[in-house]
């Protein structure tokens, strides 16, 4: 099942692409492929399947939030290419 010539040439358009039509033919087959597949997922009964945001389980693995010793100011320092008083001088980005 191909899908209808307009669809394509519709997404075509919002994606900003042009098409030969060759490509709109092809394009238009395999949007075809994807339309029958969500018609067959359409046809499960899913009304005992609990909504969910995400098929899997998510946890953030991230690390303790511990305070830990910081870098001495000369070492940080150390390698500035230009520094003032104690501070590091950069370019001037904005005019």
């Known amino acids: 099942m191909a899908?209808?010539?307009?669809?394509v040439k519709y997404v075509a358009h919002l994606a900003r692409l042009q098409l030969?039509?060759?490509e709109e033919k092809k394009f238009g087959e395999q949007l075809g492929h994807i339309l029958e597949h969500i018609e067959k997922l359409n046809q499960l009964d899913v009304s005992s399947v609990e909504p969910t945001a995400h098929a899997v389980p998510l946890v953030n693995v991230t690390r303790r939030d511990e305070v830990t010793p910081s870098l001495p100011h000369e070492d940080a320092m150390r390698n500035a290419p230009a520094k003032r008083d104690g501070l590091f001088i950069v370019p001037k980005i904005v005019e």
Do not use: K, S, V
């Not at 899908?3 to 669809?7: K, Q, R, T, V």
């Open 3 to 7: 899908a209808p010539n307009l669809d």
């Open 20 to 22: 030969t039509p060759e």
